[in-house]
């Protein structure tokens, strides 16, 4: 990717790979251990008291914190988005958020007898990306509509539509999972995501996967309803935008043309090709071909002949009641999904400067939830893959590759290797894909969108399953198990366990997959949350029984590292002491001039095991040993 300025307006350098991924010594200062060093000495100099006991709450306290300790970033997090990463990152996640919401809109527009339409799921991706981007401890994550969140309210519709007032059903739904969110935000109960790492992440990351991939053939089964020439040619459509999407990603990926040209196709190729596709169903015969699309209403207006203020108070007083057990469910559900989105979105793999703010952002979550059950409107969370995709589009990389002229002309025909420098963390990019949503609303733009073939929107199903399966922990050891073994490159730290055990692990990942999916086949489809936390103590207390120790440590990882976890009390078994949260502003100045010093030497031993890690370093040394045998 382009590079960009290395220092943000914070001034608070980035903390390193080793900080992110755990605690770990400092033989020479860098910018993440200067940082580490000035958080530990504020702590202690302000006599920071001993870790609690667990079941002792403090209320307020992690909000309180969250705010304190993100609060010194936030005039940086504008002034930091003056980075041409943001332009795509902008454009692609405006299509990435607003086109599955509108294919799922879709699916609740039929499921729901046209109680949610496309204005309503607008709305609430336009409020969710507003109120996140401007008052978020964590502006990288990407909120809306979710699939889900779809099931969630279909399923509530087959249950109770036929004996009470929907929306105000789904209203009292929403006020009380606000009082629930909150509830969680002032008892910190955040805390407990120290507990979540990448198995319950991979396995919910991989049923929303196929939740894409099943939305998507959903989408083409109804096209039928327009002839079977209508259906034949949404398929093609479907399938091109999928494949053209795909070259494009692996065009960014290879040595193909100029690196510029390179990373225009990888950014922007998703975006065109959906309005390729768009226009190109009305060239020669095809535009006879009567294709069906996406239901659309007036500008700003409710699919139903309402009001946007839901009458919440008009619903029997027992069925006000009856709506806490959904609450509850949906509660769980959003938080665990909007966790785990934005631990993804803040992942290891991540190179952050800024703390994260857990507490807070539920309940910012809290919020949005009782506000969109007022307005009657799905209710918005963080979203899988996007939230991750978000981060990764705004990645600034260097290149890895040896500096010798020898070492070049060896990987000349490779494509170029290149590492993560720095995520250009800001706000802009979420606000304005917000607002870029919110202007979908108009005229003219929802007549575009009536345009917009349902061929179109399977093909992005299919485009954002695909991505999302490629990444994912399972879907990797399931290519580790199948890939021959002398093919199988030595670092890999699969090798070094029992095959075993990686099976057994698979297994049991897909085992919790299968529950979580066949679930939400059936009219107990609500209680899918429930299964899905359920993952969250296997992992922590069964897993232990049948895996070593050793074994665990290569099979799963922490989702985020301990620089991010600092707002939940770190990862499990670690043992954080907490900066006073004032240290992050009065500290920033002192550290940025030493992390400067030391920011080049950080390069370079990026550079060195880079060159460890391929060998060269390796084989250097044993020419060297080879030729003095020859001189004896």
Excluded at 32 to 39: C, D, E, I, T, V
Excluded at 215 to 242: D, F, H, M, N, P
Aim: charged share 20%; aromatic share 12%.
């Amino acid at each position: 990717m382009p590079s960009s300025p290395r220092a943000s307006a914070s001034g608070v350098p980035r903390p390193s790979a080793a900080q992110r991924a755990g605690p770990t010594v400092h033989p020479n200062p860098t910018p993440s251990s200067l940082l580490q060093r000035h958080n530990t000495l504020g702590s202690r100099g302000t006599g920071a008291s001993k870790r609690s006991r667990w079941w002792k709450i403090h209320p307020f306290r992690g909000m309180v914190k969250d705010v304190r300790r993100r609060a010194p970033f936030y005039v940086s997090d504008w002034v930091d988005a003056w980075d041409y990463r943001v332009v795509p990152a902008t454009v692609y996640m405006y299509f990435a958020n607003i086109l599955p919401a509108l294919a799922f809109s879709l699916d609740m527009f039929v499921k729901t007898d046209e109680s949610f339409g496309v204005n309503e799921v607008l709305l609430a991706s336009v409020l969710g990306a507003v109120i996140f981007a401007l008052f978020a401890a964590q502006p990288l994550t990407i909120v809306g509509v979710t699939g889900p969140i779809t099931v969630f309210n279909y399923t509530v519709f087959d249950i109770m539509a036929h004996r009470t007032n929907y929306f105000a059903f789904m209203c009292w739904i929403g006020l009380w999972s606000l009082v629930m969110h909150w509830i969680l935000a002032i008892t910190n109960a955040c805390n407990g995501l120290r507990y979540v790492t990448r198995f319950p992440c991979d396995v919910f990351g991989f049923y929303v996967a196929f939740i894409y991939l099943q939305k998507g053939i959903q989408v083409l089964t109804r096209q039928w309803e327009a002839g079977s020439t209508s259906a034949y040619l949404s398929i093609t459509v479907a399938l091109l935008v999928t494949a053209v999407a795909y070259i494009c990603g692996l065009i960014g990926e290879s040595n193909l043309f100029q690196r510029h040209v390179r990373k225009f196709i990888e950014d922007y190729g998703t975006p065109l090709a959906l309005i390729f596709f768009t226009g190109f169903v009305h060239i020669g015969k095809m535009r006879d071909v009567d294709l069906l699309t996406l239901p659309t209403t007036k500008a700003f207006l409710p699919t139903l002949d309402r009001s946007w203020f839901v009458r919440f108070w008009e619903i029997p007083v027992g069925d006000v009641f009856i709506a806490i057990p959904f609450a509850i469910l949906l509660t769980i559900l959003f938080y665990f999904d909007h966790n785990v989105s934005s631990l993804m979105a803040q992942g290891t793999e991540f190179p952050l400067r800024k703390p994260a703010g857990f507490h807070w952002d539920i309940f910012l979550l809290g919020l949005t939830t009782g506000v969109a059950g007022l307005l009657g409107i799905p209710f918005p969370n963080g979203l899988i893959p996007q939230a991750p995709f978000h981060t990764t589009a705004l990645c600034v990389t260097l290149p890895l590759s040896p500096e010798s002229s020898d070492d070049e002309e060896a990987h000349k025909g490779h494509p170029e290797k290149r590492a993560p420098d720095h995520v250009v963390e800001q706000r802009v990019s979420n606000l304005l894909q917000g607002l870029l949503t919110l202007g979908t609303m108009t005229g003219p733009l929802l007549k575009v969108l009536a345009l917009v073939p349902q061929g179109v929107l399977a093909g992005l199903f299919f485009v954002m399953g695909i991505q999302a399966l490629a990444g994912n922990g399972i879907t990797l050891k399931l290519l580790f198990m199948a890939r021959e073994r002398s093919l199988t490159a030595a670092s890999d730290a699969l090798r070094s366990i029992r095959r075993r055990a990686v099976w057994g692990f698979v297994a049991l990942a897909l085992l919790g997959f299968g529950a979580t999916f066949a679930i939400t086949q059936t009219i107990a489809a609500i209680g899918f949350p429930v299964i899905v936390m359920a993952l969250v103590p296997l992992r922590t207390w069964v897993l232990p029984r049948w895996f070593s120790a050793q074994e665990l440590r290569v099979l799963d990882q922490p989702t985020a590292g301990a620089f991010v976890m600092e707002s939940v009390g770190g990862n499990w078994g670690e043992e954080v002491e907490e900066a006073e949260p004032g240290v992050w502003a009065r500290e920033g100045e002192s550290v940025v001039e030493e992390a400067d010093e030391v920011e080049r030497g950080e390069v370079g031993a990026r550079r060195r095991s880079f060159r460890v890690a391929s060998g060269e370093i390796r084989r250097e040394e044993e020419e060297e040993i080879e030729m003095e045998r020859k001189k004896e």
